[in-house]
């Protein structure tokens, strides 16, 4: 007898049969149309962000990866860390990129957002990549100063000079001559990564290598 399994697709709500062109992780699934829409890259590559040694990323940001990540984010559907973390692992297992790392950090949140939001997306992840790479995640060495307008809902220029003086990091002691992995959860212009990027160098980082969830299809030329 076969026995039939269904789960819940975390992208569209629908329950679905398990089909080989699913994911299943413990709890929830993405089922195979979901997964055909998802654009995944292999975006690497350096763009000029002046103190990022080099960016990747394992998905482009369309309309699905949007619509999870609003999920995440605002919706405090905590299981998108497992989703977006194994997209990263899939990236990284197929790409390397961070074979020379030495830690990962990730960009923080400022306290108030926290405190509305109840957790940082991108420290989830980030959890997750340290623990399956066996690297220290250094959680306490980058700190949000500012708490700022989102970058969202700003222009180019407006997102540079919004994040100028944003982020500290701390504990030069541990970071210097380091090489680290600065995980985020979209990268649009660069600006966030680059404004936390210049810090860590500040405090002795040889290396920041990003890594992003999500990037805008701009990338994708
Ligand atoms: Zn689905």
Redesign the pocket.
Known sequence: MNVKLYYN??????R?ERTPD?KIFPGF???????ASVKFSDYGGFEGISYVDYIISPLYYTPIIKSAMASFKFGRQRAFATFFADCIIQYLNKNGGIDDADAIVSVPLSKKRIASRGFNQSELVADIISKYYKLPYYKDCLVKVKDIPKQSKLNRLQRITNVYGAFKAVNPALLDGKTVVLIDDITTTGSTMNACAKELKACGVKKVIALSCSITDKHAD
Do not use: Q, S, T, Y
């Not at 699934?29 to 997964?35: D, F, H, I």
């Open positions: 697709c975390i992208l569209c709500n629908r679905f699913c699934g993405v089922c195979g149309k979901c997964l």
